[in-house]
């Protein structure tokens, strides 16, 4: 390495001391000019015989032919430049250092040995304040069987978000790899997403094993970061437990057409709400299946849009709750049966003739309907008035819309309304008299709405700053809960492609 | 009707939507890489262009519609170097079409048959959106295009081996008019030597370097970031002790700061149009280096 670059500045010398070079251009005359040019020629030949005996060496220590076209092109260039160098002496010495850079870049950027195979790295930081006037830990959504996901606010005070640690890298020529870490504020480590996907199916065909982010719904899919406020959708909430990481495998298919279509199916353990126990069922076969399509083109140059839906399957065994019972006595709950949920979603995508750089606008939204029948079981660890089971059956839905408008460079502001609708809930103890509704204070009909607002800064496309404002009527016989959220998301490392 | 019809219809419907399976299917990240397999591929070929003179290749969002046409895309012809590294990589994974994956036949990054210039010696993005393979915008130097239809015009004729010879007598026939016309603009862009020039972003250095010009600045603080107003009350300063002649941009870029620019220094902004389609003269390779050339010396008199 330290040969061929002592080569290339070599010849950047022999450039740069020519004295003749050095001479104003104005001052010179055409006999000179002759003379000069006949000088550079030499140098050009002597430069490009060097070059290519670079291109030799280069060849032969790295046996790369993407490398050795490069530098082939660096001396035709190199020679290029010597020629014009002739009309404009003057900025001669700082062209040939500007070679010799190029020429030991282009030679030495790609790291070599173990290192050169390591995966794409990146890193997301994230941080929070917090402002509510309730506690977070005391948050709940009425109308709705919690989730046991992460549900409850951005918390008081100043708080760490998660970090998430991503590598990714193609296996072989035909798998891809992408592990992503979630770094918890508790010092706990989580693996958010961990799959392989495949790079050669053909006829439109992607497979992916692993850990992934459900294909249900749209938000769903993509990471906390990307997001366009702090927190997750009340719907996302209450149908998937925040957001719903799946262990599974899927396979989508995309159809040879100018406008987009896919279909895809997924089949998983079932590890989490809305299956359940946690972590999935001691099984053989699925705990879970969910297929989805989506559609999507533009409207000329400046529109393009996305819509989806998608059906989740689950049959959630013992999956378990709190709730407090009409004696005041906190008690276990659990549901099993079958589970559905169907999800609509769409996607608006606007900005000046496609040039989202200065002004565009997002415009989102989601409809979650989910239908579940089976076995309620009350107070499972018989703390209170003693186990009992009954029927179940509930037909809820919910949804949310938001839209974010840059209004000039490195600004965006935004608005999300949230709504759940309970639907009808039937509880078997309840209408057998065996048990009172008061038993089942969290199933108890509510309406639960949000509305929120957002403001961002985005340094670069790397960095982002916001602060968000929301009015939170998820409680029961409570006054809205004020949240305020400052927060910074950071990202660091190789460059991620954001999904549409 | 029933839902089987209902689904049968659909069908119907999309292949109906399906593109013409007749000739080479071409998907061109850029507008120029478009005009140029249009003119190595002639009837053989059905290009496709991601993107248009109005929008920054950086910021482009993986659109269904790009999903789509990828996933019928027979070759890819893109910048390469990280230009693309937001969007193109999703639209490879998410087309499920081995044909056209990175690093096979069906992949064609035209950066790299060219030497790239500004390949940063230290790699921190501290220093702005940098691209470590070099400076993406190789097509503004004319020589560069040379290179890279030669090696288009063999790809093509290795994809569709069938259309060999006629790419071979499309690529000789354009490269003839192509170097006759570089020794024309060579020729005409002669006054322009050593003149000095202010940009957006740094997306002429091939250009510059081609003709001679000599960049004494750039509107953007560091490459990808927005001008600010300390950034540019500094190039004022600097365009009082050493005046450009020009201050250039794109059509895609926000002309405020061109013109903020120019309004205190006096010095001309002129829009060049950067890529095929960035103005009415530059409808193809050709008339985007005539207007380019003919703007310049219009401007800088």
């Not at chain 1, 000019?33 to 290519?52: A, D, M």
């Not at chain 2, 063999?154 to 069938?162: I, N, S, T």
């Not at chain 2, 953007?220 to 600010?228: D, I």
Request: net charge neutral; hydrophobic share 40%; proline share 5%.
């Amino acid at each position: 390495m330290f040969e061929k670059r002592s080569i290339v500045r070599s010849v950047a010398l022999a450039l740069a001391c020519s004295p003749a070079l050095f001479h104003p251009a104005h001052a010179v005359t055409d006999e000179d000019l002759r003379e000069l040019r006949e000088q550079v020629k030499q140098l050009k030949q002597n430069y490009e015989s060097r070059i290519e005996a670079l291109e030799k060496r280069l060849q032969q220590a790295e046996q790369s032919t993407g490398k050795a076209e490069a530098a082939a092109g660096k001396a035709e260039t190199a020679a290029a430049k010597a020629e014009s160098f002739s009309a404009k002496a003057e900025g001669l010495s700082t062209k040939a250092e500007s070679v010799v850079q190029n020429a030991a870049a282009q030679a030495g950027s790609r790291p070599a040995g173990e290192s050169a195979m390591n995966p794409g790295v990146s890193l997301i930081m994230n941080g929070t304040y917090g402002n509510l006037t309730r506690p977070a830990s005391t948050y709940r959504i009425n109308g709705f069987a919690p989730t046991g996901g992460e549900v409850a606010p951005i918390g008081r005070g100043l708080s760490l978000g998660e970090s998430e640690l991503v590598f990714s890298a193609n296996i072989d020529p035909r798998f891809r790899g992408t592990v992503i870490a979630a770094l918890g504020a508790d010092d706990r480590i989580g693996v958010e997403e961990a799959f392989i996907q495949t790079l050669d199916l053909d006829g439109g065909l992607t497979a992916k094993a692993g850990r992934f982010l459900a294909g249900v719904g749209y938000l769903n899919e993509i990471h906390p970061h990307a997001w366009d406020f702090a927190d997750a959708p009340l719907a996302s909430k209450v149908f998937l437990g925040n957001q719903l990481g799946e262990d599974g495998v899927q396979v989508k298919w995309v159809a040879p057409s100018n406008i987009y279509f896919d279909l895809g199916a997924e089949f998983g353990r079932g590890r989490k709400f809305p299956a359940g126990p946690d972590n999935g069922r001691d099984k053989n076969g699925f705990g879970s299946g969910n297929f989805f399509t989506h559609l999507g083109g533009d409207i000329g140059a400046s529109t393009a849009w996305q819509v989806g839906a998608s059906y989740l399957m689950t049959q959630p065994q013992g999956r378990t709750w709190q709730d407090t019972d009409a004696a005041g006595t906190n008690v276990t709950d659990s549901f099993s049966g079958k589970s559905r949920l169907l999800a609509l979603s769409g996607v608006l995508k606007w900005a000046p003739n496609g040039n989202s750089t200065v002004n565009n606008f997002k415009l989102q939204g989601e409809y979650f309907r989910r239908r579940e029948n089976g076995a309620l079981t009350y107070d499972t660890a018989a703390a209170s008035l003693g186990t009992q089971t009954g029927d179940y059956r509930s037909a809820q839905s919910g949804w949310y819309t938001q839209g974010v408008y840059q209004f000039a460079r490195q600004w965006r502001a935004g608005y999300r309304y949230d709504r759940l609708s309970p639907g009808t809930t039937s509880i078997g103890l309840v209408n057998s008299g065996a048990l009172t509704a008061a038993n089942f204070p969290i199933l108890a009909s509510y309406k639960p709405t949000r509305d929120t607002v957002m403001l961002d800064w985005s340094g670069s496309e790397f960095s982002r700053v916001r602060v968000q404002l929301a009015r939170d009527r998820s409680r029961a016989g409570l006054p809205a809960d004020n949240q305020m959220v400052l927060q910074y998301i950071m990202s660091l490392g190789a460059h991620g492609a954001h999904k549409f | 009707m029933s839902l089987k019809n209902n689904i049968f219809l659909a069908f119907m419907g999309l292949l109906a939507a399906l593109p013409a399976q007749a000739a080479l299917n071409v998907f061109a990240c850029e507008p120029e890489w478009a005009a140029l397999a249009q003119e190595l591929g002639g009837d053989r070929v059905s290009v496709y262009a991601a993107t248009t003179a109005l929008q920054d290749a950086h910021h482009i969002e993986a659109r269904p519609s790009l999903i789509a046409r990828m996933r019928s895309a027979d070759l890819v012809v893109c910048s390469g170097s990280d230009l693309e590294a937001g969007w193109l990589p999703l639209l490879l994974t998410q087309s499920g079409n081995s044909k056209v994956k990175a690093g096979g036949d069906g992949y064609f990054e035209a950066s790299q048959f060219v030497a790239r210039l500004e390949i940063p010696a230290v790699i921190d993005r501290a220093q702005g959106d940098v691209h470590p393979g070099g400076n993406p915008h190789v097509h503004t130097d004319a020589r560069n295009i040379t290179r890279i239809a030669e090696a288009l015009a063999a790809r093509l004729a290795k994809v569709d081996a069938g259309n060999a010879p006629a790419y071979a007598a499309r690529s000789r026939d354009f490269l003839e008019r192509w170097r006759s016309a570089i020794g024309r603009w060579e020729q005409q862009a002669q006054p322009l030597k050593g003149a000095r020039v202010v940009v957006y972003h740094k997306e002429y250095s091939y250009l510059n370097s081609w003709l001679g010009l000599v960049e004494k600045g750039t509107l953007e603080p560091k490459p990808g970031l927005p001008p600010t107003p300390g950034h540019l009350s500094e190039l004022v300063g600097l365009m009082q002790k050493e005046p450009a002649r020009w201050i250039v941009y794109s059509p895609y870029n926000d002309p405020r700061a061109a013109s903020f620019l120019s309004e205190r220094s006096k010095v001309p902004a002129v829009m060049l149009p950067f890529t095929v389609g960035g103005s009415d003269r530059a409808k193809d390779l050709f008339g985007l280096f005539d207007d380019t050339i003919a703007r310049l010396l219009a401007a800088g008199k």
